[in-house]
């Protein structure tokens, strides 16, 4: 029995040492996505935002895998004295070709360090016709506020006097035509081992 353990063995590491071409090995390690993520690529939304709220500005990612991540501010007053609260992730989807639905978590703590709990923020949004702006009105948005146990406290949604917030595609400065080409600087970057 040892011997045929010792054989199959011997045969896999044989079979999975033989070279891969790149399409099996890129297969072998992609994950699969649901079929509302396998569109989201070509979705305008996919990219960085830097979006102005009521509680200032908030940078912010969509992934073309439905990956959502937000940077709101870290701390705030609540009757718990001063809470730290950590940006939030989660996830996104199209709605039509110029708006989209996102969730995402963010983690409640005192200043002392004792979890508080999770804010649950659910949202709504338009892009413009042009992909350069969107605009979130908070007309749909729900916020649920969940305890160190995950028991809802409160779900709310923003007021209807709430300003919309609106918010613009980071994009990166045009290189200018009398800036030092890469090359130029590649004699004085440190080099690695």
Known sequence: MRRLIFA?????????????????????????????????APHPLVGSWEETTTDGVV?????????????????????????????????????????????????????????????????????????STFRDDGQLTVVTTRNAKGVITSVTGLSATTPPSIATRVVAAPAASTAPSFEAHGANLPQRD
């Open 8 to 40: 199959i063995m011997l045969l896999a590491a044989t079979v999975s040492s033989a070279p891969p071409s790149t399409t099996t090995l890129a297969a072998s390690i992609r994950l699969p996505l649901s079929p509302a993520f396998q569109v989201l």
């Open 59 to 131: 940078p912010m990612v969509f992934g073309a895998d439905g990956a959502v991540t937000m940077q709101f501010p870290d701390t705030t007053l609540s009757s718990h004295g001063t809470s730290f609260v950590s940006g939030g992730a989660g996830t996104w989807e199209p709605v039509g070709t110029q708006g989209a639905t996102y969730t995402v978590v963010r983690l409640v703590s005192h200043a002392n360090g004792i979890n508080l709990g999770t804010i649950t923020i659910q949202g709504y949004l338009v892009l413009s016709a042009d992909g």
